[in-house]
């Protein structure tokens, strides 16, 4: 048994060994792209029309809006697109509290016009300086996390120190329970699996987030890898994007999972 664990020790520090250097070596074979600075990360800039139309570009945060809105309030409820620009946004619909405008209406928050001022710019901020507020501030005592906005959005919401809406619908749709948790087995050697919980994305997104459009609800439907992922596909559609990035390799390529156990 001693000699058993001694051998599991060895291994265990072979896989975090070959993981870390293969960390250094990937990244640079894996072209990542830079990270922005906490508090412009997740920042989608929005201009299909501004610029057209004489305005600035609009700048939407994500880390203000999701510490009090779930994603699927946005994805799912308001139709906005999970790619930057995708979605066809005109100032007719906010007013008639589409998009934006469904929150941004002077109740739930700022409307774009209130009798003795234009917000207009509030919005349409691309390259005014000091437009943007303070994340120290705005995102004080949530728990910590070395990438992304510096936030470890999980625990923020499972130890309710966030309380963010689900919905913002009168009737809101009924949520579909669904716990299954699985380790994607690694194609390469040494590499451990990566996990993915549907416990820990469920609490902020819907089923139609990621089914049928990024992954396949049959069994082993996805062909994952890395090079998929970096490129913005499957599990890199979020990551690298709004929530945690691809460099921090060990939230999803648990530290110490051997391989045994199989995908599902
Ligand atoms: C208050 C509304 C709102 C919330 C809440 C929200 N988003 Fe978004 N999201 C947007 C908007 C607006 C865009 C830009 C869409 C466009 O340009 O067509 C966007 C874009 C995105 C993109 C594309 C970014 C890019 O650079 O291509 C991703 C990915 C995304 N959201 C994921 C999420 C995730 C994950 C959550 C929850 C953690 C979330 N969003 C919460 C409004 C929201
Ligand atoms: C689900 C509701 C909701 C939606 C949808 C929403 N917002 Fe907000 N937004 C808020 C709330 C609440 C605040 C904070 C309260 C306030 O400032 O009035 C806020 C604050 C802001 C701020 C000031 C803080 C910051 O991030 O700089 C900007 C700018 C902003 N929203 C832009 C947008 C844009 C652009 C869109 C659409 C692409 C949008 N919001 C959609 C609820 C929403
Ligand atoms: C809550 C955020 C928000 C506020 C406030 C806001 N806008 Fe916009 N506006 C948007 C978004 C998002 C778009 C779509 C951006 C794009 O793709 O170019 C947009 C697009 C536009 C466009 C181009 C599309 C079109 O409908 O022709 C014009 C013009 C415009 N806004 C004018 C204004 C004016 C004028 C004000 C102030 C009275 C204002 N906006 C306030 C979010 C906002
Ligand atoms: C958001 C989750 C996530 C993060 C973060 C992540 N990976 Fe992966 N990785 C995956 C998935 C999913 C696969 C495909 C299934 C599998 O091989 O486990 C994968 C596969 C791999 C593979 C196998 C070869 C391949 O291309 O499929 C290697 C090597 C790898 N990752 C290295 C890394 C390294 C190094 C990091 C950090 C720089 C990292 N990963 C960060 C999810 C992630
Ligand atoms: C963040 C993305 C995401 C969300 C949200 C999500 N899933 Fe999944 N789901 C996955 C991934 C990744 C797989 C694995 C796909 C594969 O292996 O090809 C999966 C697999 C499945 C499977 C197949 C399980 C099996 O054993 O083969 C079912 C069923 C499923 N999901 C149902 C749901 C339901 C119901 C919801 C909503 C309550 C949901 N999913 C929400 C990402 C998600
Ligand atoms: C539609 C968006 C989306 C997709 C696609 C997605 N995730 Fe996530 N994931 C999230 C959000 C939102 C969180 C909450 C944390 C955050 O935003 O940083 C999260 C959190 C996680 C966590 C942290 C779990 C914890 O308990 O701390 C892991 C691990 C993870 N995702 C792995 C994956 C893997 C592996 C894939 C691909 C198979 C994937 N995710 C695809 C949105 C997504």
New binding site residues.
């Given amino acids: 048994m001693k000699k058993y664990s001694f051998f599991l020790c060895l291994l265990l520090v072979f896989v975090a060994m070959s ?1 870390s250097s ?2 250094s070596g ?2 640079q074979y894996f072209d990542f792209p830079p990270l922005p600075s906490k508090d412009k990360y997740g920042d989608v800039v929005m201009d299909n029309y501004s610029t057209k139309k004489g305005m600035k570009p609009v700048v939407f945060r994500h880390w203000t809006h999701r510490k009090s809105y779930t994603c699927r309030v946005c994805h799912s409820e308001l139709y906005f697109m999970m790619y930057a620009n995708a979605t066809q946004v005109r100032e007719r619909d906010n007013k008639r509290g589409r998009f934006c405008g469904a929150c941004h209406n002077g109740k739930e928050a700022f409307a774009p016009e209130t009798n003795d001022t234009k917000n207009c710019d509030k919005c349409h901020s691309y390259g005014n300086k000091g437009s943007q507020p303070d994340i120290s501030t705005v995102l004080k005592g949530l728990p910590p996390n070395q990438y992304g906005n510096g936030v470890d959005w999980v625990k923020a919401i499972k130890n309710g120190v966030i309380h963010p809406k689900d919905s913002i619908l009168d009737n809101p749709k009924e949520r579909v329970r669904f716990d299954k948790d699985f380790y ?5 050697a040494m ?1 451990p ?2 996990k993915f919980l549907h416990s820990s994305h469920l609490p902020w997104l819907d089923c139609e987030n990621c089914h049928p459009d990024i992954f396949d609800i049959k069994k082993k439907g996805t062909h ?4 998929e ?1 970096l490129k913005g596909r ?2 890199g559609g979020c ?1 690298g994007k709004v929530s945690f990035p ?4 060990w ?3 648990e530290r110490g999972k051997r391989r045994r156990r199989r995908r599902r």
């Fill in positions: 993981l293969v960390r990937l990244s994607l087995r690694a194609e390469m590499i699996p990566a994952f890898s890395m090079g992922n499957f599990c990551h691809l460099q921090d390799c939230r999803c390529h």
